[in-house]
């Protein structure tokens, strides 16, 4: 399989039903970084798992040799302790953060405009987690 860079990957548990929160991250994402030459992300992927209860992990690769984690969500139950890892937070990210680390990592000398100026280190914090099991 060949895949196209810079490329985004959106991983989330599918048990959980966060299929529409990853496709209108998709979106602001495609809509954000869209300049050829300047800020194109090529491709953005979403990975429904059912292996993984709870996650919801955001990936970014410059190149086939180059990617990072940039965003995971923290499971209920470590939220509330300071982060082992530093991609690791509690709630979902607002957009206008995961385009911050999005571009950070990809685009780091290009500006977002009003997102900038804004404080964009926002998560969403009003939605619980519906716990979700393993099926046998």
């Known amino acids: 399989m060949s895949y196209k860079y810079p490329r985004v990957s959106i991983e989330y548990c599918a048990k959980c039903k966060w299929n529409n929160r990853a496709v209108w991250y998709v979106q602001e994402l495609i809509q954000t970084f869209d300049k050829p030459g300047v800020n194109l992300i090529e491709e953005v992927a979403i990975q429904?798992?059912?292996?993984?209860?709870?996650?919801?992990?955001?990936?970014?690769?410059?190149?086939?040799?180059?990617?990072?984690?940039?965003?995971?969500?923290?499971?209920?139950?470590?939220?509330?302790?300071?982060?082992?890892?530093?991609?690791?937070?509690?709630?979902f990210p607002d957009s206008k953060f995961l385009k911050t680390l999005v571009r950070d990592y990809l685009f780091p000398d290009n500006k977002l405009g009003h997102i900038d100026r804004a404080n964009h280190n926002v998560l969403n914090r009003g939605e619980e987690c519906v716990p979700c099991a393993r099926e046998s």
């Open 48 to 91: 429904p798992r059912y292996d993984y209860p709870g996650l919801f992990r955001v990936t970014v690769s410059k190149d086939a040799q180059n990617s990072s984690i940039i965003y995971e969500r923290k499971f209920q139950k470590d939220q509330g302790t300071e982060p082992t890892k530093d991609y690791s937070y509690e709630g």
